[in-house]
T-cell receptor, first 114, second 111 residues
Framework: ETGVTQTPRHLVMGMTNKKSLKCEQHLGHNAMYWYKQSAKKPLELMFVYSLEERVENNSVPSRFSPECPNSSHLFLHLHTLQPEDSALYLC?????????????FGQGTRLTVV | KQEVTQIPAALSVPEGENLVLNCSFTDSAIYNLQWFRQDPGKGLTSLLLIQSSQREQTSGRLNASLDKSSGRSTLYIAASQPGDSATYLCAVARSNYQLIWGAGTKLIIKP
């Protein structure tokens, strides 16, 4: 285990469903991230939370809604998704201090929208 | 705009060979560069992080170099093993929070 745990590992949902992805980090880090990884594309940063405040949001559609209740937990709430949202969703954490920080990733949630 | 390119996209070599994976970036103003490996359908494992002020980092059979002036990094794998088969990704940090990613090199080590 990497210290970053994601659940569920696999999720199949219909376009009208509402579901949530969960991420928990056990590393004492102060920043957490959601990434989307689609086939044959570079990773896309979706959201960044630092000290429980969102610091970056890369124009992600509103059908994705993040929540960071504390520095160890991060959620991604999903509703009315589209088939093109099917991808591997990765959570990461890091300890931000000065310049240069190492990111640690969870195992990802494989999401299929049908 | 920072762009990260990894060449080749795929590489297949016999077991035991030494090999080099390449990563290039367009903007030398970086915080650090990080190499990861990803096994099929799984998350990313951090391999090496090179700060912008460093030239190289080593971990076991892995050695990563950084040349900011030319916008290049290499990941050297010595005495390759079948267990090294994976996709290798490089990412450049352009801020405390944002990593710019390459598309990866898929490596296959043939027994």
């Amino acid at each position: 285990e990497t210290g970053v745990t994601q659940t569920p590992r696999h999720l199949v949902m219909g376009m009208t469903n509402k579901k949530s992805l969960k991420c928990e980090q056990h590393l004492g880090h102060n920043a957490m991230y959601w990434y989307k990884q689609s086939a044959k594309k570079p990773l896309e940063l979706m959201f960044v939370y630092s000290l429980e405040e969102r610091v970056e949001n890369n124009s992600v559609p509103s059908r994705f809604s993040p929540e960071c209740p504390n520095s160890s937990h991060l959620f991604l709430h999903l509703h009315t998704l589209q088939p093109e949202d099917s991808a591997l969703y990765l959570c990461a954490s890091s300890q931000v201090r000065g310049r240069g920080t190492e990111a640690f990733f969870g195992q990802g949630t494989r999401l299929t929208v049908v | 705009k920072q762009e990260v390119t990894q060449i080749p996209a795929a590489l297949s070599v016999p077991e035991g060979e030494n090999l080099v994976l390449n990563c290039s970036f367009t903007d030398s103003a970086i915080y650090n560069l990080q190499w990861f490996r990803q096994d099929p359908g799984k998350g990313l494992t951090s391999l090496l992080l090179i700060q912008s002020s460093q030239r190289e980092q080593t971990s076991g059979r892995l050695n990563a170099s950084l040349d900011k002036s030319s916008g290049r990094s290499t990941l050297y794998i010595a005495a390759s093993q079948p267990g090294d088969s994976a996709t290798y990704l490089c990412a450049v940090a352009r801020s405390n929070y944002q990593l710019i990613w390459g598309a990866g090199t898929k490596l296959i080590i043939k027994p």
